[in-house]
């Protein structure tokens, strides 16, 4: 079965900082998509981005971007100018590519100082 | 264009009473979810439907029936709540995209459920 880990509970950054948030995953899948969601105190969960796995080229949203080594089963999301509204609680997220069916590390809460 | 809508948003129940969890989607999507939240835990899966007429249980099914009603609604019930079903819950829906299911989950508002 996957799982994803994300080994950091809590993250703060000072305001226009860079912040970057861990993940890992296990699979033994070699086609897959990995998420970044976040979820604000309002409870909604947005997608932040999506890498597809055989896909090598890292991908990128305006101030997010993530680092995807394959080989060592790492996501990290690095977000860069950090703004007082990325203050949420950030879950990374694993799919096999021919499934529907996601699978959700615990979390990391972001804190942003002002 | 409302988008995952879940209806209620709260809900105070005792153990052992029974209610239904409501979820409509407006974005022609054809597979919708339901999953839970819990401290520390992120969000598990407990039953999907990937299209009309079908549905499967996830990582977490115990406790819990859904209806796929129509392509538009997917609801989840509780015959017989448990303290252990304390939990916030969260409707998706998705639609797969080409031909590799590239698809991504949009997720309705959640229910926060409290069971005593």
């Known amino acids: 079965a996957q799982t994803v880990t994300q080994s950091q509970p809590e993250m703060s950054v000072q305001e226009a900082e860079t912040v970057t948030l861990s993940c890992t995953y296990d699979?033994?899948?070699?086609?897959?998509?990995l998420f970044w969601y976040k979820q604000p105190p309002s409870r909604q969960m947005i997608l932040v981005i999506r890498?597809?796995?055989?896909?090598?080229q890292n991908a990128t949203e305006n101030r997010f971007s993530v680092n995807f080594q394959k080989a060592a089963k790492s996501f990290s999301l690095k977000i860069s100018d950090s703004q007082l509204g990325d203050a949420a609680m950030y879950f990374c997220?694993?799919?096999?590519?021919?499934?529907?069916?996601?699978?959700f590390g615990a979390g990391t809460i972001l804190r942003v100082k002002s | 264009n409302a988008g995952v809508t879940q209806t209620p948003k709260f809900q105070v129940l005792k153990t052992g009473q029974s209610m239904t969890l409501q979820c409509a989607q407006d974005?022609?999507?054809?597979?919708m979810y339901w999953y839970r939240q819990d401290p520390g835990m992120g969000l598990r899966l407990i039953y999907y439907?990937?299209?009309?007429?079908?549905?499967d249980k996830g990582e977490v099914p115990n406790g819990y029936n859904v209806s796929r009603l129509n392509k538009r609604e997917f609801s989840l019930r509780l015959e017989s709540a448990a303290p252990s079903q304390t939990s916030v819950y969260f409707c998706?829906?998705?639609?797969?995209?080409?031909?590799?299911?590239?698809?991504?989950?949009?997720f309705g508002p959640g229910t926060r459920l409290t069971v005593l």
């Open positions: 997220a694993y799919r096999r590519r021919y499934g529907n069916k996601l699978v």
């Open positions: 699979t033994s899948e070699s086609d897959y998509y």
């Open positions: 998706a829906s998705s639609a797969p995209t080409g031909g590799d299911y590239t698809d991504t989950q949009y």
């Open positions: 890498q597809e796995a055989y896909k090598q």
């Open positions: 974005m022609n999507h054809n597979s």
């Open positions: 439907s990937a299209s009309e007429g079908t549905t």
